[in-house]
């Protein structure tokens, strides 16, 4: 027969030990916010281009086509601009990330866009912060929640 005695011991000794799974969750929840601060935040000298199709640029490198087609009077550094690894789609053009060098210049230029529309071959190009994902998702979902509050 199982002794009752050794049965309630050893509930006891898995209840401890569940016990503290609740704040090793919170940890693991704590570093994983931690985590995608610190990855929005070197992402904050980014923008996102779309709409931009693909080889529209032809021999010139992608950063000098994208400086003549901003056509801002003001200078400006950027470190590099590429295509996003996503793999190309018909009928679907993947993002260009430019990375500016400070982001004061890439305010501006983020500003600057928002005033004007920019095109290229008659199609309006479109620029964005760039963030991660669940960033995106959780600031839609805010301001879905801001609408139906007014």
């Known amino acids: 027969m199982i002794d009752l005695s050794t049965v309630l011991a050893e509930l006891r000794s898995l209840c401890s030990e569940f016990s503290g799974f609740g704040t090793k969750l919170d940890s693991i929840d704590n570093r994983m916010a931690k985590t995608d601060d ?6 904050r000298k980014n923008l996102r281009l ?4 693909e080889g529209a640029e032809g021999q010139r490198p992608l950063l000098e086509f994208i400086r003549e087609m901003l056509e ?7 470190e590099r601009a590429h295509r996003t ?7 679907q053009h993947r993002a260009i990330l430019i990375q500016f060098l400070n982001f004061q210049d890439r305010e501006f230029v983020f500003r600057s866009t928002k005033q004007r529309d920019i095109e290229h071959d008659r199609i309006r190009l479109f620029f964005a912060q760039d963030f991660l994902a669940e960033t995106i998702r959780r600031r839609a979902e805010f301001s879905i929640n801001q609408e139906s509050v007014r």
């Open 50 to 53: 779309f709409g931009l199709r």
């Open 72 to 78: 801002i009077n003001r200078s400006f550094v950027t």
């Open 38 to 43: 610190l990855e929005n935040r070197g992402r």
């Open 85 to 91: 690894l996503a793999s190309p789609k018909p009928n």
